[in-house]
């Protein structure tokens, strides 16, 4: 029969184990983010909507709605991190949903995405924000009124590349991870 652990330990380890409900603020608090960011898509939209029919003919028109389509998505997909973080980190270090697991809404990553998948999410959404800005930029290179910023570009392309160089190396880190046994 294997030893009892001391009553003591027994505590503190039961009490560690309860602190990750110290996390759950900070999940209501990125709720709280989500609807400030759904404020701000709101906002965008009421502006952009109006601007649709009067912007000027030809070339300028489609590159003014191409913009403003792209700033709703680059909302949109912040909305989209901040969803996968709030489900997958309180599924993976407060406590699992307990949902329906057939419910027609559940998406079906939910509960299956681990640390390792959450961090590919976070690098995958954060690389696709980063490319809509710098689509962004670049679109408006040679518009009359618009001052290239050189080094602003050069800065954004660095960036974006930093993010796609950190997400292959994350990726080559977690596919070497998985192909080692574990000890």
Do not use: C
Request: net charge negative; hydrophobic share 55%.
């Amino acid at each position: 029969m294997a030893d009892k652990k001391p009553w003591a330990e027994v505590q503190f380890e039961r009490s560690l184990f309860r602190a990750r409900w110290l996390m759950a603020p900070f999940y209501l608090g990125l709720v709280a983010a989500l609807i400030m960011l759904l404020a701000v898509f709101v906002r965008e939209l009421i502006y952009y909507v109006p601007q649709a029919f009067v912007m000027g003919e030809g070339h300028m028109k489609s590159d003014g709605a191409i913009l403003a389509i792209l700033s709703l998505v680059d909302l949109s997909l912040a909305g989209n991190l901040l969803l996968i973080v709030i489900y997958s980190g309180y599924e993976n270090f407060v406590s699992k949903l307990d949902l329906d697991e057939n419910h027609v809404d559940r998406p079906p990553w939910m509960g299956t995405v681990d640390f390792s998948g959450l961090k590919m999410k976070l690098i995958a959404s954060i690389v696709a924000i980063s490319a809509i800005y710098l689509l962004k930029s670049f679109m408006n290179i040679g518009k009359p009124g618009v001052p290239l910023d050189e080094a602003g570009l050069m800065w954004a392309v660095i960036i974006h590349l930093t993010f796609v160089a950190s997400g292959v190396l994350l990726a080559l880190m977690d596919w070497i991870a998985a192909k080692t046994d574990k000890h």
